[in-house]
T-cell receptor, first 112, second 111 residues
Framework: GAGVSQSPSNKVTEKGKDVELRCDPI?????LYWYRQSLGQGLEFLIY????????KSGLPSDRFSAERTGGSVSTLTIQRTQQEDSAVYLC??????????FGPGTRLLVL | GQQVMQIPQYQHVQEGEDFTTYCNSS?????IQWYKQRPGGHPVFLIQ?????EVKKQKRLTFQFGEAKKNSSLHITATQTTDVGTYFC???????????FGKGTSLLVTP
């Protein structure tokens, strides 16, 4: 389909390992967002990419978290030296400019 | 920075009862959006309000944007079990593209 896709859908890792989460936004969408959602909680903003502008990284919780967006399309969220508190659903969304956000299905991360 | 607050955090109603969730921003919003997230799912866009005092309806759902463009509400008439989920409001400030999400109101409807 033409929606936002994320991979993997589920990821189980051991504490201290690095993980990479991928987001494929809707083609043509200039804005891409990463959020984190812990069980039963709201959406925690992590990072925002808009076109070729410098990303808004104000939501990243620590320097273990980083994200890239290559060629204005695919984005990768990297968590280094994972901790148990990193366990959550990581949601990606894309939009045309700042309009309606279309969310992907999320990656469920479990750090043991 | 801009903060978007939602109340209540949780609401449990009997099927057929009405439900309202409120959204308040610390700053004036250029527009406000509402999303619904079903249990186990991802947020799905419901509606966007842009004008001061705007009211929009979608079947049993009524959305309002305050005159000062700092608050909004979602009212569901005669809830059904299919309304179960978490309702998020999200606001655009006048200065940027990033949306600020409220923490959501989780609605439980029992038959």
């Amino acid at each position: 389909g033409a929606g936002v896709s994320q991979s993997p859908s589920n990821k189980v890792t051991e504490k201290g390992k690095d993980v990479e989460l991928r987001c494929d936004p809707i083609s043509g969408h200039t804005a891409l967002y990463w959020y984190r959602q812990s069980l039963g909680q709201g959406l925690e903003f992590l990072i925002y990419f808009q076109g070729n502008s410098a990303p808004d990284k104000s939501g990243l919780p620590s320097d273990r978290f980083s994200a890239e967006r290559t060629g204005g399309s695919v984005s990768t969220l990297t968590i280094q030296r994972t901790q148990q508190e990193d366990s959550a659903v990581y949601l990606c969304a894309s939009s045309w400019g700042g309009e309606t956000q279309y969310f992907g299905p999320g990656t469920r991360l479990l750090v043991l | 920075g801009q903060q978007v607050m939602q109340i209540p955090q949780y609401q449990h109603v009997q099927e057929g009862e009405d439900f309202t969730t409120y959204c308040n921003s610390s700053t004036t919003l250029s527009n406000i959006q509402w999303y619904k997230q079903r249990p186990g799912g991802h947020p799905v866009f419901l509606i966007q309000l842009v004008k001061s005092g705007e009211v929009k309806k979608q079947k049993r759902l009524t959305f309002q944007f305050g005159e000062a463009k700092k608050n909004s509400s979602l009212h569901i008439t005669a809830t059904q079990t299919t309304d179960v989920g978490t309702y998020f409001c999200a606001g655009h400030s006048n200065s940027g593209y990033a949306l600020n999400f409220g923490k959501g109101t989780s609605l439980l409807v029992t038959p």
